[in-house]
């Protein structure tokens, strides 16, 4: 998974990396062109986890810059407005710093101190995005190995291809 990871990580786009995705897990990994071609595009689009990780985490710390305090139920609706939000995020450097106005705004964070803090998250966000891409397309890529071994591929990972 080197190369795609490595493109992953240069490109912060899961979209950009999918067709060297795809040809490393047929043939590095043994997953069946049926289940990758199925797989990894919709992962692609749907499995933002890495960006839903980094909602959770920037609306926390601009939380506790502002001294707000988010309560239980609050931090639920952080998680789950991040996973939703995730889903919709285009497969696109920097989408999930655009996302995170959403969730800022599910409880109640917004105004020009907010939008500063996002502002300053700019300069730092496109190495976290090089990562954050990286575990969407890692975890695409596991995905479609467990899915094939549920399939009952046998030669998911066996350094037989």
């Known amino acids: 998974m080197l190369e795609p990871l490595a493109l992953a990580f240069s490109t912060a786009s899961s979209g950009a990396t999918l067709p060297v995705t795809l040809r490393a897990v047929e043939t590095k ?20 986890d890495g960006t839903a990780l980094y909602e959770c985490a920037g609306v926390l710390f601009i939380s506790q810059v502002l001294g707000f305090q988010l309560g239980i139920e609050q931090q639920a609706v952080v998680v789950l407005t991040s996973l939703l939000a995730s889903i919709g995020a ?62 009952g591929e046998t030669n998911v990972d066996t350094g037989a291809h």
């Open 29 to 48: 990994v043994g997953v069946s062109n049926r289940v990758s071609s199925f797989v990894l595009p919709m992962g692609a689009t749907l499995n933002m």
């Open 90 to 151: 285009a497969a696109v450097p920097s989408a999930g710093l655009v996302i995170i106005f959403l969730v800022l705004e599910s409880v109640g964070l917004h105004g020009p101190e907010v939008n500063a803090i996002v502002g300053v998250m700019l300069a730092i966000d496109r190495p976290l995005d090089m990562f954050r891409t990286s575990v969407n397309v890692m975890s695409d890529s596991v995905g479609a190995a467990v899915i094939a071994k549920s399939e």
